[in-house]
C-alpha cells in the first residue's frame, strides 16, 4: 500500500495527521504531506475517508 497526498487538493485543515500522525504531518506550507507509509497506530487504508476534500489516496 501507498499512501499519497495531492498537495493541490489539501486544504491544510490537519485532519489526517489527527488520524495519524505517525503517517501524516504538515509542511511549511501549511499541507499534509506522508512522512510514512506504515503505522502501528492507525489502519492506512481508512485515511482517505478522513480527508474532506479527497486529497488522501491509497
Not at 504538515?26 to 510514512?36: F, I, L, Q, T, W
Request: some cysteine.
Amino acid at each position: 500500500m501507498t499512501v499519497k497526498v495531492d498537495a493541490e487538493k489539501c486544504i491544510g485543515c490537519g485532519a489526517c495527521v489527527s488520524f495519524c500522525p505517525d503517517v501524516f504531518e504538515m509542511n511549511d506550507e501549511g499541507k499534509a504531506v506522508v512522512k510514512a507509509q506504515k503505522s502501528d497506530s492507525c489502519d492506512i487504508k481508512d485515511s482517505p475517508s478522513i480527508c474532506p476534500v479527497g486529497a488522501i489516496t491509497v
